[in-house]
Each structure stands twice: as structure tokens, then as C-alpha cells.
């Protein structure tokens, strides 16, 4: 089973999604990242997908919990490089992925998390 990389920048934690996601590398990856954010003390996860073509409810339900389990640990996440097929299929699937913001690529996601930091007391 291969593991997805949990990246270090700053307060930030950086996931690229390079790999077809199993259930296998899904716990995995979000084991590691719950590790990763409390040893790190990060204040922001953000999960590149821009490598992902295809997804169906398990990755959009994995999105979710992700970014509700960072919540829980006090970190905010940012999907990034979701491409238009992916938000389409989401949104055909009912999958609003509440809760996670979303930002075109991973320069406007870092924006949207320094705006958010600053914005929160």
C-alpha cells in the first residue's frame, strides 16, 4: 500500500494526492494527517487534487471527513486544483462537501488560509 506524503510549510500541512485512493491508503492518509497536524501544532491542511480525474461518494465522503477531523484539531483545510469534471461529478453525486473550502489551485489556497487566520480571533 502506498502512503500519501503529508508536506511541511510553516503551520501548514500540504497533502498531494498522486495515487488511485483506497480504503487502505485512506485511513492511512488520515491517520498521518491527524498525527501530523497535533505533532506539528498546524493551523492549516491543504489537499492538492489536481492529480485526481475520477472520483465517486468515497472521495467525496473522505474530503469531508478529513476536513471535519482538521476542524477538530483546530486546523482549517483547503481542497485545492479540483478540476471541473471532479466539482461536476460532486455535485451529481449530492455531494456538497460541507464544511470544505475549496480554491483553484494551491497559491489561492495559502491565501484563502492566511485570510481565514486572520479573520478568526
Same mark, same amino acid.
Request: net charge negative; with cysteine; glycine share 8%.
Given at each position: 500500500?502506498?502512503?500519501?506524503?503529508?508536506?511541511?510549510?510553516? =503551520?501548514?500541512?500540504?497533502? %498531494?494526492?498522486?495515487?488511485?485512493?483506497? =480504503?487502505? %491508503?485512506?485511513?492511512?492518509?488520515?491517520?498521518?494527517?491527524?498525527?501530523?497536524?497535533?505533532?506539528?501544532?498546524?493551523?492549516?491542511?491543504?489537499?492538492?487534487?489536481?492529480?485526481?480525474?475520477?472520483?465517486?461518494?468515497?472521495?467525496?465522503?473522505?474530503?469531508?471527513?478529513?476536513?471535519?477531523?482538521?476542524?477538530?484539531?483546530?486546523?482549517?483545510?483547503?481542497?485545492?486544483?479540483?478540476?471541473?469534471?471532479?466539482?461536476?461529478?460532486?455535485?451529481?453525486?449530492?455531494?456538497?462537501?460541507?464544511?470544505?473550502?475549496?480554491?483553484?489551485?494551491?497559491?489561492?489556497?495559502?491565501?484563502?488560509?492566511?485570510?481565514?487566520? %486572520?479573520?478568526?480571533?
Amino acid at each position: 500500500m502506498q502512503r500519501v506524503p503529508v508536506l511541511k510549510l510553516g =503551520d501548514v500541512l500540504i497533502v %498531494s494526492i498522486q495515487i488511485d485512493l483506497e =480504503d487502505q %491508503s485512506v485511513l492511512a492518509l488520515q491517520e498521518d494527517l491527524a498525527d501530523a497536524v497535533v505533532e506539528h501544532g498546524a493551523r492549516g491542511v491543504i489537499i492538492d487534487i489536481t492529480a485526481v480525474e475520477i472520483v465517486d461518494s468515497f472521495i467525496g465522503r473522505m474530503l469531508a471527513t478529513i476536513a471535519g477531523m482538521c476542524r477538530m484539531l483546530d486546523a482549517q483545510t483547503v481542497v485545492v486544483g479540483m478540476r471541473p469534471a471532479v466539482a461536476i461529478t460532486l455535485v451529481e453525486l449530492g455531494l456538497s462537501l460541507g464544511g470544505v473550502r475549496t480554491a483553484l489551485n494551491l497559491e489561492k489556497g495559502v491565501a484563502l488560509l492566511d485570510h481565514i487566520r %486572520s479573520a478568526t480571533p
